[in-house]
T-cell receptor
Framework: GDSVTQMEGPVTLSEEAFLTINCTYTATGYPSLFWYVQYPGEGLQLLLKATKADDKGSNKGFEATYRKETTSFHLEKGSVQVSDSAVYFCALRPGAGGTSYGKLTFGQGTILTVHP | DAGVIQSPRHEVTEMGQEVTLRCKPISGHNSLFWYRQTMMRGLELLIYFNNNVPIDDSGMPEDRFSAKMPNASFSTLKIQPSEPRDSAVYFC????????????????FGAGTRLSVL
């Protein structure tokens, strides 16, 4: 079945540091890929997405590129801020013809803490 | 847009009691999802509906759990009887549809219900 594997956290960085959170996936066909963010006490919010190979999703300074050859969708940000402290989830949704139509499969989540 | 609305935000109950969680999806959204989040198991999809019809309930842990969607603007997740291991944050999400082949049908999440079963 489909699966998503994220780098284990927690990740602790100083403000303005470079961030990478690794995400790899297993799926048949051509899934859509997502990064969601969860701030303390809140639900998940979509951060960015990519729907086909080599697409780059970007939002709020975060970027991720859909790499089919390495089945990866790593999240990056060049300079993190204290306000980026949150839990980040990588997720996939099967492509057309997938057996899990409409379902999102999430990674375990990575806790990011940014210190001033 | 008010977003996905869940109630209550917090629920504390005793083992054996019935618990009902409520969700109002975003107006115009035809698909609704119930998730459970725990430290041990992460985020798990319990069940999802399309046009008020349950599509996949394979994630429902056992018969103590049931979910209904009587109309397009309301869904419930019921646990009867509740057990301490049901303690978790339960999220509801909605989307316009289930288009698996594109990124158009984004899932929007509610703020969740934190359930504690003593």
């Amino acid at each position: 079945g489909d699966s998503v594997t994220q780098m284990e956290g927690p990740v602790t960085l100083s403000e303005e540091a470079f961030l990478t959170i690794n995400c790899t996936y297993t799926a048949t066909g051509y899934p859509s890929l997502f990064w969601y963010v969860q701030y303390p006490g809140e639900g998940l919010q979509l951060l960015l997405k990519a729907t086909k190979a080599d697409d780059k999703g970007s939002n709020k300074g975060f970027e991720a590129t859909y790499r089919k050859e390495t089945t990866s969708f790593h999240l990056e940000k060049g300079s993190v801020q204290v306000s980026d402290s949150a839990v980040y989830f990588c997720a996939l949704r099967p492509g057309a013809g997938g057996t899990s139509y409409g379902k999102l499969t999430f990674g375990q989540g990575t806790i990011l803490t940014v210190h001033p | 847009d008010a977003g996905v609305i869940q109630s209550p935000r917090h629920e504390v109950t005793e083992m054996g009691q019935e618990v009902t969680l409520r969700c109002k999806p975003i107006s115009g959204h035809n698909s609704l999802f119930w998730y459970r989040q725990t430290m041990m198991r992460g985020l798990e999809l319990l069940i999802y509906f399309n046009n008020n019809v349950p599509i996949d309930d394979s994630g429902m842990p056992e018969d103590r759990f049931s979910a209904k969607m009587p109309n397009a603007s309301f869904s419930t997740l019921k646990i009867q009887p509740s057990e301490p291991r049901d303690s978790a944050v339960y999220f509801c999400a909605s989307s316009r549809g289930l288009a698996g082949g594109s990124g158009k049908n984004i899932q929007y999440f509610g703020a969740g219900t934190r359930l504690s079963v003593l």
